[in-house]
């Protein structure tokens, strides 16, 4: 047994991934080298009835629990820690900020196959690379053979050879066309002598040209390279920033340094994967939740070990160890998908600079709407803006036109006007979008003769109507049903659709535009893997007419050809009870309208609306994003809402509609007892959606104007909470820094 010299037995003190605030002690298992065991390594312990993967906090010498009642570490997983000493300074600084337990912190930081206590081995994988002959072959011999075509020309494109993961990442289907390829000896399995050679150039194609504000932003990071600032990147859409990010990249590899570049979205990964795969002849990861577990064992690895000097990865990519860490990229880092809204709720932004201060390098964050955050932290002097006001080549800014829609005809939400614009864009060749950010046929099912509503039954929100699918679908539990005929109430009335789905408006537009090739881009139409890739390469080979879709259109996409994009119902996000609702509809507005004219066509935003002289609408048109974001911060700061105060919102849910509340006023008598400063407890209220999924919600908000005051009260607060007998008859959880209220 591992015994110290005073002759007492070693505690292992340990994190284990439960939602408990506390640590547990373990007696250190027999025969171990003391000088290997150090803070982060994964160990096997037993707990309950089973067996649990826990990390090691640290090694003491004494317990509270009596040693005789200890169990035994069982099994030492890593010889040595996975996570550097600063990775581990992150973990405890996000659970102690975020004040979530320290077990499901460091469980979030690795991938699921380590969490599950597999091996920290990079699997060897086959690699395929092209033939002589296969580097000679034209393409387009194997016409007829599509699926056989486009593999040739990824690889023709990646002259040092691909993996089975990077072929995974561009398309699930590859393997019979690549067997195919074989057969035709213009491909062949890659000797693993004939991988990158580091010697070669990291740069495969030369960059382009820059205009002077772009040089400005790429000399600004360059020279910060090697310490610690913050740069915020506001350029507009279509302004260069990837272009900017590569330049920057291109230095930081120079340096032999990594690079981990976040993205809020999956779909944005495959578009700016494939240019960096262009611009870059080193190795490149990816990181997001559509590849298998293996596949993101494999890139957290490479770049743990140092293989890879790129990740490109979504929000849970985040805390990827880098060895030899020289910036940190995130782009669109205005959008709320950064923020983890389930478990250990954390802002991947927040996040990555208190990453990037502790690693000592720059962190660019970019966007064409910056959030009202970043904003403040300009004004505050923590970040240096950077500004990119005019599109990149050629490209010149949309013009935004309002549609009143009041008392005109309209066919299924589209106007006889916006017809006409669409007709006349596509007698010109040129392509057009539609937005609805709203999926399904239509969002209520509505009797004519009695007013009966389709209801879900376990949430208080209307079922959606499913069209195709002959479904009647909960949108906020996934309840479903047959789609009905006949009114349950009054079993006479007629049964009629109300509102707006994508699938709706795509049944018009076949009828209106009977020629034209239509497509859908929404969660219902892109579910088949593949298929979202599929649709983009149509889109931008110029096969399709109209391009309709939700908010996976709003951002990150290159559409040359469409000059005109039109917002079918930007009223709907005028109203609401959030107060961060403005800020997501005018950064919606600007994104979506970002996909006009961003080539050398001039592009034209129309909104349809019934409010023609709202402020939000009016500011945005005629003095642009930034004019709306100065308003917005000055009713902020008139209201002492964030980010000129601190949130942190308590959510409480239950079978029974009394329990939330009974616990909530416990809560809110313990804050009173402890609140020393003058943090307000504003509630408890129910949820704006006081029923989902059978559950009673409610919640209680705490506002600060001092954030440590906030955080002194949350410390005190929430190992008492766990205390309260009412706490186990409910499931509660605690966002700090919440981005919306629900």
């Not at 505690?11 to 284990?16: K, L």
């Not at 307000?680 to 209680?700: E, K, N, S, T, W």
């Amino acid at each position: 047994m591992a015994k110290l010299q005073s002759g007492k037995e070693l505690i292992f003190r340990v994190a284990i991934p439960i939602p408990i605030h506390r640590l547990f002690d373990y007696l250190a298992p027999d025969n171990i080298e003391l000088a290997n065991i150090k803070p982060g390594i994964r160990l096997e312990v037993p707990f309950g009835k089973g067996k649990k993967v826990a990390f090691l906090v640290e090694c003491v010498q004494h317990s509270d629990v009596d040693t005789g009642k200890l169990k035994r570490v069982e099994r030492i997983l890593d010889e040595t820690p996975l996570l550097s000493a600063k990775d581990l300074r992150l973990l405890h600084w996000a659970s102690r900020y975020y004040h979530h337990p320290l077990g499901e912190v460091f469980s979030a930081a690795f991938p699921v196959a380590l969490r599950q206590g597999k091996s920290a081995v990079v699997q060897v994988e086959k690699r395929y690379a092209l033939t002589e002959s296969g580097k000679l072959i034209d393409s387009e011999q194997l016409k007829r053979s599509p699926k056989q075509k486009s593999v040739l020309e990824k690889f023709q494109h990646n002259e040092n050879g691909l993996s089975e993961t990077e072929l995974s990442v561009w398309n699930q289907n590859w393997r019979s066309s690549v067997k195919q390829l074989i057969d035709k000896q213009l491909l062949e399995i890659a000797r693993p002598d004939s991988r990158v050679n580091r010697t070669l150039s990291l740069i495969k194609n030369d960059a382009l040209q820059c205009n002077s504000q772009q040089q400005a932003a790429i000399d600004a990071v360059c020279d910060c390279l090697g310490r610690f600032g913050v740069f915020l990147l506001e350029g507009v859409t279509g302004s260069g920033k990837t272009e900017v990010y590569m330049q920057i990249i291109r230095s930081v590899l120079e340096r032999g340094q990594q690079v981990l570049v976040l993205l809020p979205e999956i779909t944005l990964t495959p578009q700016l994967e494939e240019r960096f795969r262009q611009r870059f002849s080193i190795n490149i990861v990816v990181s997001h939740s559509k590849l298998t577990d293996r596949q993101r064992q494999t890139a957290w690895l490479k770049m743990q070990q140092g293989e890879c000097s790129i990740l490109l990865g979504t929000r849970s990519a985040l805390f990827t160890p880098l060895k030899n860490p020289g910036l940190i990229i995130l782009d669109e880092e205005h959008d709320a998908s950064f923020k983890q809204q389930e478990g250990f709720r954390f802002s991947a932004r927040d996040i990555a600079v208190v990453r990037g201060k502790m690693l000592n390098i720059p962190v660019l964050l970019g966007s064409a709407t910056p959030s009202l955050e970043s904003l403040h932290n300009v004004d505050q002097q923590r970040y240096r803006l950077l500004h990119l006001p005019e599109r990149a080549g050629n490209a010149i800014e949309p013009v935004l036109q309002l549609f009143d829609i009041r008392n005109k005809r309209m066919q299924e939400g589209i106007s006889e006007s916006l017809i006409a614009e669409i007709k006349r864009t596509l007698a010109r060749n040129e392509q057009v979008l539609l937005f609805l950010n709203r999926r399904g046929f239509a969002p209520t099912l509505i009797c004519h003769g009695c007013g009966w509503v389709a209801r879900c039954r376990r949430c208080d929100a209307n079922l959606v109507i499913h069209h195709d699918e002959g479904l009647l679908r909960c949108h906020h539990c996934g309840q479903e049903q047959r789609l009905i005929n006949q009114c349950p109430s009054c079993k006479t009335g007629e049964l009629t659709p109300l509102g707006l789905g994508t699938e709706r408006v795509e049944k018009v537009l076949a009828e209106l535009f009977a020629d034209k090739t239509i497509v859908r881009l929404d969660r219902d139409s892109t579910q088949r893997k593949g298929s979202l890739e599929s649709y983009l390469q149509q889109i931008n080979q110029g096969e399709v007419d109209i391009i309709l879709g939700t908010q996976m259109l709003a951002k990150g996409h290159h559409f040359p050809n469409v000059t005109l994009v039109a917002i079918l119902d930007v009223d709907s996000g005028l109203f609401s009870i959030d107060f961060h609702a403005a800020e997501k509809l005018a950064q919606m507005i600007v994104q979506v309208s970002g996909r006009a004219g961003r080539a050398e066509k001039p592009g034209k935003v129309i909104m349809q609306t019934r409010q023609p002289e709202h402020p939000l609408l009016t500011t945005l048109i005629r003095s642009g994003y930034k004019s709306f974001a100065r308003t917005a911060l000055a009713e902020r700061k008139e209201a002492s809402l964030p980010p000129y105060s601190y949130q942190a919102l308590l959510r409480v849910q239950a079978v029974d509609v009394q329990m939330p509340q009974i616990f909530l006023h416990a809560v809110v008598d313990l804050a009173k007892k402890f609140n020393k400063g003058h943090t307000q407890i504003l509630g408890p209220v129910a949820a704006p959606m006081a029923r989902r999924a059978g559950l009673y919600r409610y919640q209680l908000l705490f506002q600060s104007a001092k954030r440590p005051e906030l955080h002194a009260l949350l410390d005190v607060l929430m190992p008492e909470i766990e205390k309260l007998k009412q706490a186990k008859k409910v499931r509660w959880s605690l966002d700090v820094d919440p981005v919306d209220l629900y």
